[in-house]
T-cell receptor
Framework: DAGVTQSPTHLIKTRGQQVTLRCSPK?????VSWYQQALGQGPQFIFQ???????QRGNFPDRFSGHQFPNYSSELNVNALLLGDSALYLC????????????FGDGTRLSIL | GESVGLHLPTLSVQEGDNSIINCAYS??????FIWYKQESGKGPQFIID?????DKRQGQRVTVLLNKTVKHLSLQIAATQPGDSAVYFC??????????FGSGTRLLVRP
């Protein structure tokens, strides 16, 4: 039973560029949440997708956008990259969103030069 | 704002001893809490969860205690092993069902 998978594992971009990160949820899960984790800190919630719609958003600018596909996989897009966007981006999936455990992938390490 | 915090940033224990990691949360309306373990280069790994209608839940070598009166959560690891060395996060699920994480506690197991 495959867990949450994310691609790519590492990515290097320059300021001003755009990036797309991908996530496949754990089998049977229908909800995907994205988090940003800076070095030495806990994950910060970006947004959550359920039934192909963004149902909840954290305190992140509109440069961060996402999508969920009919097969429940998801993408995170970041435009106009800033140096401060360098972080580990984590995807978590769950069955539903109300008080259900979220299971994480190993993330995409994004470095901005 | 809402936050989840940890009392000790680093905990060093002898192999075989029991470990206790503590966490304070600020949102008294939170109904669901999760402990995660994160090893270097990996994503957070689900350890155990607890709902607000419980004050204790046990798993394999781990126990989570919830005290809603003082908004405190703890993770107890029995017979700590070298493989337990990692950063541990507590997370609370707020009323909109998003997880709020603390900054983590690093557990070091001495051989």
């Amino acid at each position: 039973d495959a867990g949450v998978t994310q691609s790519p594992t590492h990515l290097i971009k320059t300021r001003g560029q755009q990036v797309t990160l991908r996530c496949s949820p754990k089998s049977g899960h229908d909800t995907v949440s994205w988090y940003q984790q800076a070095l030495g800190q806990g994950p910060q919630f970006i947004f959550q997708y359920y039934e192909e719609e963004e149902r909840q958003r954290g305190n992140f600018p509109d440069r961060f956008s996402g999508h969920q596909f009919p097969n429940y996989s998801s993408e995170l897009n970041v435009n106009a990259l800033l140096l401060g966007d360098s972080a580990l981006y984590l995807c978590a999936s769950s069955l539903g969103f109300d008080n259900q455990p979220q299971h994480f992938g190993d993330g995409t390490r994004l470095s901005i030069l | 704002g809402e936050s989840v915090g940890l009392h000790l940033p680093t905990l060093s224990v002898q192999e075989g001893d029991n470990s206790i990691i503590n966490c304070a949360y600020s949102n008294s309306a939170s109904d669901y809490f999760i402990w995660y373990k994160q090893e270097s280069g990996k994503g957070p790994q689900f350890i155990i969860d607890i709902r607000s209608n419980m004050d204790k839940r046990q798993g394999q070598r781990v126990t989570v205690l919830l005290n809603k009166t003082v908004k405190h959560l703890s993770l107890q690891i029995a017979a700590t092993q070298p493989g337990d060395s990692a950063v541990y996060f507590c997370a609370e699920m707020d009323s909109s069902y998003k997880l709020i994480f603390g900054s983590g506690t690093r557990l070091l197991v001495r051989p």
